[in-house]
């Protein structure tokens, strides 16, 4: 059961901008809560996302981080599906299995989402730092030697799994996997544009070469990432900035017809506007990844949707997350896919702060953090 409060390290953004590695105190989970020791977690570009103040709803001062992966230290009261010592990834995106998102097979939201996620489900922290309270991000706040998050936000997974490699599967390689496998549904033999090579971009080239697709064009304006995307399943790459006219017409004619499915894994608008147009105009899916800023708009001409293409979004991936997170990892163990490749840096913890250079100059796919 629950002990005491435990101080340990943690790294907290104060404002928006850099984070501090502080000593920190997480209290005990309270009742349907766990609290897991961290052993590595990835940084994403969401939570760059955040440290830029961009993301919606997010309040200061913060724990970032929700791509982790640990060990259950203890439970709340009621807690019985895991215990201490079982190995897990805590969720971005719970499933209590109960609310009519859970109970609908083709959905992976949950109605607890519904509520800002940096307080815990009864509107309090169990962070404090220098005797402030400190938010979680996510419900997860990976950025912390401990963290305590619901019940229902946690996969228990295989005992054999490496945590230091499946920390991934807590966002990043699920959600661009699953998009090209879930939420698009790739066919054998089809074309693929994946827009933006990194994490989740390389990930969605792996899952269309899993489904068979024939042709997996990768678009990026950083050329180093073209050997990881051929070596991950890309059959060609292209950069925007070769080429005189806009994009979806290089594609479009390198295709035919435009490609089959398309990914849009950036976050700007422009480039959603060009995965839309680069897929095919009367059977096309597009499929949204990207975050663009809070309060983003975007215009598109009518006609594009008019004329038959589908325009989608996906939340990691389009898994029901306590349920299928657990079965990726087995399928990782049996060596299925190989996401091992999309790590490019390991650093201590105290070095986050270099981890987050690395992705602003678009030198590393994923840094993981070990504790």
């Given amino acids: 059961m629950a002990g005491g409060v435990i101080r340990c390290r943690a790294a907290v953004a104060w404002a928006p901008g850099k984070l501090s590695v502080e000593e920190v105190e ?54 019985t599906s895991m215990k201490p010592g079982d190995k897990v990834i805590p969720l971005c995106l719970p499933q209590c299995g109960e609310c009519s ?13 519904s509520e800002p996620q940096h307080l815990l489900p009864d509107k309090t922290t169990r962070f404090s730092c220098k005797g402030k309270q400190i938010h979680h991000f996510l419900w997860v706040s990976t950025f ?8 229902y936000t946690v996969a228990k997974i295989d005992a054999a799994a490496p945590l230091d490699k499946v920390c991934l599967f807590g966002c990043g390689f699920s959600t661009g996997y699953g998009a090209a496998i879930n939420t698009a549904k790739v066919k054998p033999g089809s074309t ?4 933006g090579l990194g ?7 792996m899952g269309c070469k899993a489904a068979g697709a024939s042709r997996i064009i990768g678009v990026d304006i950083n050329k180093d990432k073209f050997a990881k995307a051929k070596e991950l399943g890309a059959t060609d790459c292209i950069n925007p900035r070769d080429f005189q006219k806009p994009i979806q017409e290089v594609l479009t004619e390198m295709t035919g017809q435009g490609v089959d499915y398309s990914f849009e894994a950036i976050g700007h608008k422009d480039t959603m506007i060009a995965a839309l147009a680069s897929c095919n105009m009367s059977t096309g899916v ?37 349920e299928c997170i657990p079965k990726l990892v087995s399928s990782y163990l049996e060596k299925k896919f190989n996401s091992d490749l999309l790590i490019t840096h390991t650093l201590p913890f105290a070095k986050v702060n270099e981890g987050f250079e690395l992705l602003r100059a678009g030198k590393s796919i994923r840094t993981v953090l070990l504790f």
């Fill in 192 to 195: 693929c544009a994946v827009f």
């Fill in 26 to 79: 997480v209290a005990p989970p309270k009742a349907g809560e766990v609290r897991i020791k961290l052993v590595a977690t990835g940084i994403c570009r969401t939570d760059e996302h955040l440290l830029q103040g961009c993301f919606p709803n997010a309040e200061f001062p913060v724990i970032p981080g929700h791509e982790g992966a640990g060990i259950v230290e203890s439970v709340g009261e009621g807690v």
């Fill in 144 to 151: 912390a030697e401990y963290t305590v998050v619901p019940e």
């Fill in 199 to 205: 994490g989740i971009g390389l990930s969605v080239v």
């Fill in 286 to 322: 597009c499929v949204m990844i990207g975050e663009l800023d809070s309060g983003s708009e975007i215009s598109i001409d009518p006609t594009l949707l008019l004329t038959g293409r589908t325009w989608k979004g996906t939340v990691l991936g389009g898994w029901k997350t306590r």
């Fill in 101 to 113: 998102f859970c109970r609908n097979p083709e959905s992976n939201f949950c109605q607890n989402i």
